[in-house]
């Protein structure tokens, strides 16, 4: 492999060599009961294929280091992520308590997309090889999500096509955090000085408040720019609290 991004395909799909348990299910009331965190059936201990309990703590017992740097920073919050597809999976179907879930995960996807889009792809561009493309690649990773993110927004938690909405996000976000968590974060480690990696976790850290309270204004034209305005109305002119 030249390390390069592969390539990918479809609206809510991709082409190409991918992580080899990203399987389609079909989306019924059970689905996402079947669906693991990272688009795989969980085994009976819980456990994800491909990992071991020491490199991936159960969802949400993960701890942040306090001066973790940008890739363990992203990492937690890959963990917080899981930890909520993991509270959707176990919430009655048809209930109003996926569908605030649902809601509550919309809010810290968008949040974290911004993150990654102010601080890891800036970082990525410079010291990545094939930065750029791994941007573009993000980039597309992140107008999927949004797309999807808007089509759980519209529907209520009663309509069979938000669960089928429900099961492509957890499809969509699972890859897209496999491939920087197994191809990307290693190669931003090992090309980016240590303290570049610590300052970008600070500034990260600096800019982040609870998920669900706005925050802004995101960079001009990022993808959490436009999911903000999609979603809730409109992009947030300043800090609220």
Known sequence: MDGRPAERGGR????????????????????????????????RAGRR????????????????????????????EHRAIDALFDGIRAAPPGGPERKRLADDLTARLTRHAEAEERHL????????ADGAAWVER???DHGRIGGILREVADRGPEDPLFTRSLVSLVEQVSLHVL??????????????????LRDLGGRLRADRVPPTVPVGPPPHGTWGA????????????????
């Open 12 to 43: 809510h799909g991709r082409t190409g060599q991918g992580p080899p348990y990203a399987a389609r299910r079909p989306a019924g009331p059970g689905a996402l009961a079947q669906v693991g965190p990272w688009g795989a059936p969980s085994d």
């Open 138 to 140: 993000e980039r597309a």
């Open 226 to 241: 436009r999911l903000l305005r999609a979603v809730l109305g409109t992009a947030p002119a300043g800090r609220r609290r």
């Open 49 to 76: 294929p491909g990992r071991s309990t020491a490199d991936h703590p159960p969802s949400g017992g993960s701890k942040v280091p306090e001066r973790a740097d940008l890739i363990g920073e992203l990492t937690a």
């Open 179 to 196: 491939e920087e968590e197994q191809r990307l974060f290693p190669r931003r480690r090992a090309g980016c000085p240590p303290d570049v």
């Open 121 to 128: 792809h800036p970082a990525v561009r410079r010291y990545v």
